[in-house]
């Protein structure tokens, strides 16, 4: 488990349970059809948990190139290192979205509408207006990074030892993600993640899906660069503030 491999791993566990939420709610005749927003940001919530249990102790768990790019730009990650871990980030994202289709496919056979297909994969905002949806992802993952930037370690201090929570060190990041959702995701879907939204739309283009739709190509970019600017906003903030 090399931190490459942690982050692709995380990074499928991620995407394998946050898209599989999305079609759990989304596409037909599936037993979550319908159950609506609180369970979406909740399901998302648990996919960061998994991925940060298993990825945090050989990657750091980024899981995301916001978090990596915003670590670097803090002078908490080597810039180096930067490549390798986008790059294991979207093959992560890729392979848990093609899962997620694969095990799904007679529900998104069983659903006729194409957006809503193409929104078990990625983001597009409820009301179209780039400038506001940019300023979402921006907002959003500068909420993600700035907090993550002034974790502290997960431990117990008694009198005689100090003893490390585990696997609840995963927790905080969880519990942000969940906040954001239910905060500021209503309007565009909250990426906050570049690999989270561009890894599975390329999926979502390649797969062969009945009555697909469109793959919104037009608005792709705002989940790429929004969390990217919002990343180093964050840091560069920290950085003003220490």
């Known amino acids: 488990m090399t931190p490459f491999v942690a982050e ?22 599936t037993y979550g059809n319908g159950s609506g927003w609180i369970v979406i940001t909740t ?37 180096q290192s930067i490549a390798s871990y986008i790059l294991a980030q979207f093959i992560g994202a890729m392979l848990g979205a093609f899962a997620v289709w694969l095990m799904n496919k007679d529900h998104f056979d069983a659903t006729e509408d194409g957006n809503t297909k193409r929104g078990v994969f990625c983001n ?18 500068f909420v993600l990074v700035f907090a993550v930037l002034y974790f502290t370690d997960a431990v117990l201090s008694t009198d005689n030892a100090i003893i490390g929570l585990g696997s609840l060190g995963a927790l905080p990041v969880a519990l942000i993600v969940w906040g954001i959702g239910l905060s ?3 309007t565009t879907g909250y ?4 690999a989270r939204d561009m890894g599975p739309r ?31 906003l964050a840091a560069g903030i920290a950085l003003l503030l220490q």
């Open 124 to 141: 597009a905002p409820a009301i179209p207006n780039m400038p506001l949806n940019l300023l979402t992802e921006i907002l959003g993952t």
């Open 191 to 194: 990426a906050i993640n570049p």
């Open 8 to 29: 692709i791993v995380g990074t499928f566990l991620l995407m394998l349970m946050g898209c599989g939420v999305n079609a759990n709610v989304s596409l037909q005749k």
């Open 43 to 79: 399901g998302w919530a648990f996919a960061v948990y998994t991925g940060v249990v298993v990825a945090g102790p050989h990657s750091g768990a980024h899981l995301n190139p916001a978090v990596t790019i915003g670590l670097a730009v803090a002078g908490e990650f080597p810039v």
């Open 202 to 232: 390329i999926v979502h283009a390649l797969v062969p899906i009945k009555n697909k739709g469109s793959n919104g190509w037009g608005y792709s970019w705002i989940p790429v660069v929004g969390p990217i600017l919002g990343a180093v």
């Open 184 to 186: 500021l995701g209503g």
